[in-house]
């Protein structure tokens, strides 16, 4: 069986280990101008922004909260501060010190999460990740989305790949663990670009994959594009992308470990495709089974 990131939490930690996910409302530059505008043409922060995770609230509060109602649901002993919307290394370094700090107040807070773009993780904001990783379980996600500068340009990242390649390089140079984001079917990408993407990936010194297949949201510029260029799209049955996620992670090997392959959007923000509302762990088993399948 491919690597599971929660076996690999729970082998490490002894434990099940929730991440609780936090806003701590900095923006990004692809959205202020800074680097871009509009932001990337998928993009609406509100599809994976819990209730707990609102930046009008303090970041203490969040993690209460979002302890709270996850306590409710399983019989988690430790948890993760997942800094996960927008850009959260996009801030001066003693405002992320003091951020990501307020998120480790908890005894049972184990371990820290930060979710940005290539391009705001220079090497001051790496060196305060591993002063981090000195005392917490720590993790720089990195949001590459794609390995080809057409598709990056074409969906409005305002990065390259090479900027990725760069950055994973340094962050893992300097001993953090890297996680690297993936969306597949992305416009024009071809199965054989993206099944290409497994060898680049697996070249790099990345620890944790996380995929999800392509997502239109309402309100976004892709929705618009969706629609007068249906052209551009191809977006998989549920059939097919569990097949392709098999294949997927048989291509990857066991070097790198999955923590998912897909993602759920609320049924009233998402467009397409539907898939019968399957949840998210049902569709990890399909895929689970044709991975059983093709490496008997």
């Known amino acids: 069986m ?4 929660a076996t690999y939490i729970k082998e490490k930690f002894g434990s099940r280990v929730q991440k609780i996910a936090l ?20 993009c609406n922060n509100k599809t994976f922004s819990p209730f707990y995770g609102q930046a009008s609230k303090p ?24 800094f996960q919307s927008y850009t959260n290394t996009y801030a001066n370094i003693d405002k992320l010190k003091e951020i990501y700090n307020s998120a480790l107040k908890r005894d049972d807070v184990i371990g820290l999460t930060v979710a940005t773009r290539p391009d705001c993780a220079d090497d001051q904001v790496l060196d305060l990740l591993v002063d981090f ?8 996600e990195i949001g590459v989305e794609s390995c080809y500068n057409p598709t990056l340009q074409m969906i409005n990242r305002h990065h390259t790949f090479q900027q990725a390649e760069d950055t994973i390089k340094r962050a893992a140079a300097k001993g953090l663990e890297v996680c ?19 060898d680049i990936i697996k070249s790099l010194p990345v620890n944790i ?4 297949q392509l997502q239109i949201i309402k309100g976004t510029e892709m929705e618009k594009q969706y629609f007068s ?18 294949e997927y992670a048989k291509r990857i090997g066991n070097e790198i470990i999955f923590e998912r392959f897909v993602s759920e959007s609320p049924k009233d923000m998402l467009v397409a495709p539907l898939w019968n509302g399957l949840k998210n762990y049902e569709i990890t088993e399909k895929i689970k089974k044709e991975y059983l399948k093709i490496t008997k």
């Not at 959205?31 to 505008?37: A, N, Q």
């Not at 969306?183 to 054989?192: F, K, S």
């Not at 994959?209 to 999800?212: M, N, P, R």
């Not at 249906?230 to 392709?244: A, I, N, R």
């Open 59 to 82: 970041i203490e509060q969040q993690m209460d909260e979002g302890i709270a109602f996850f306590a409710k649901k399983y019989k988690c002993q430790k948890y993760i501060a997942y």
């Open 2 to 5: 491919y690597r599971e990131y």
């Open 229 to 246: 260029q249906p052209e551009l799209f191809h977006l998989p049955t549920v059939e097919e992308y569990s097949k392709f996620c098999a």
């Open 180 to 198: 690297v984001h993936l969306i597949m079917y992305l416009p024009g990408e071809t199965y054989e670009m993206m099944m290409n993407t497994a």
């Open 209 to 212: 994959l996380k995929l999800h």
């Open 133 to 140: 990783s000195k005392k917490y379980y720590t993790v720089l």
């Open 23 to 42: 806003n701590p409302g900095f923006g990004c530059p692809n959205r202020d101008g800074k680097i871009g505008v509009g932001g990337c043409t998928y």
